[in-house]
């Protein structure tokens, strides 16, 4: 049974042509003029891409006394929805839990997945058995390990462990993450506004300012190198941490640059709503900020010194943000868009010009492919890649409104922004899980996609490394020693 796309133009992150697909046992097996089939979707005035990978998700993840609302049936439906046809959730042991032990509850989460997804294993304490298991991890195709410099208490590690944690990536070839905000000096900013009476939503942000992203950027940057590692900077939010990694680049280190939708198109102003509920719901770490950080990223997604968008997806209701009325340090941290990320993206990006349609594939998923080792399966439209495909109409239009989403949660921060360019049909590995508005998306047809550790990338920066490292020198004729 072959299906075949036609009529639509491939827009890849380096080319753009016209060409028909071929589809077979939910692989590409011809690109080219004409080509018939067994089933036709028209791709007339469409663009053929890859399908959206979203490489920041926390589906069903327990965080702040609860879990996200949306698990990996709803979170993958609303991903395909959108465009996305793979995600990347994180595995998150706890404290003194081995690696493997919580690998196991995060397979056990996945079971009605409706497009393929594989995890990054997050390191949230330090010990003998987690550096054994990380090569544990590396060998079940898990090649990332996140850090999260703040979550004082609960998640976070220190610098000492995060240099051992990063010295281990580099001997396995694997790519450390990190959440970068300094967790003490927001802790202590916490307290400081807490006593000081300012507990609503809007202290959140007072709490993490962007010098507190910046200095840790900065600091994991520092670190990596002494490790002799590359780095990826999870939800770039600002200048200071963009200006670290710009400058890191430049210097010729291996760091790549996270922004997600929502910093690039929402800001500050947000959380200043009277509405206690309108502004806990935009609660997330790091927090919006204003118009001159969101022009810096767009920059950077331009300019190549930033590499790919997100979501970080972590979804709670309105109930379960209304834990934090009167504190806002227990508001769960958070927000969606796994649904909107990539129509939001074309409408504020290519519809205005800041991005090409090429810089809009390479930024939702020929990148991240790349970075994590999952090219050409994903990423691409080759013959052999995955069948991960959208038929992206830039015609399409509409409003998005909570009431019509696929996420479990009640409200979206999208709200009311109307968007320019949709998904025509969604396919993973061939099944067509989206027709317009119509949706078929299979629970359980979502596979585990494992990498392979040691990627070019991971290669070349540890021969440089090997090659520059300071050297003992030989001495001839040392004196002896002392008295
Ligand atoms: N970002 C956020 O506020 N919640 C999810 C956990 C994290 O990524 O920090
Ligand atoms: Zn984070
Ligand atoms: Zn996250």
Known sequence: MSTIIKNGTVVTADLTYPADVRIEDG?????????????????TGCYVMPGG????THLEMPFMGTYSSDDFESGTRAALSGGTTMVVDFCLPSPGQGLMDALTMWDNKTGKAGCDY??????????????RQMADTVDRGITSFKHFMAYKGALMVDDDEMFSSFQRCAELGALPLVHAENGDVV?????????AGNSGPEAHAYSRPPEVEGEATNRAIMIADMAGVPLYVVHVSCEQSHEAIRRARQKGMRVFGEPLIQHLTLDESEYQNPDWDYAARRVMSPPFRNKAHQDSLWAGLASGSLQVVATDHCAFTTAQKRTGI????????????????????WTRGVATGRLTPNEFVAVTSTNIAKILGLY????????GADADLVVWDPARRKTISAATQQSAIDYNVFEGISVEGLPRFVLTRGHVAVSEDALDVRQGHGRFVPREAKNPVNRAFSQWKAITAPRQVERTGIPASGV
């Open 53 to 56: 990978i979203d490489p920041h």
């Open 326 to 345: 009167g504190n806002f340090a227990r508001i769960p941290n958070g927000t969606g868009g796994l649904e909107d990320r990539m129509p939001v993206l």
């Open 118 to 131: 594989s995890f990054h294993m997050a390191i949230t304490w330090w010990g003998e058995e987690v550096w």
């Open 376 to 383: 050409p399966k994903k990423g691409a439209v080759l013959v």
């Open 187 to 195: 802790a202590q900013m916490t307290q400081k506004l807490l006593d």
């Open 27 to 43: 692989v590409i097996t011809e690109i080219g003029p004409d080509l018939s089939g067994d089933k036709t979707l028209d791709a």
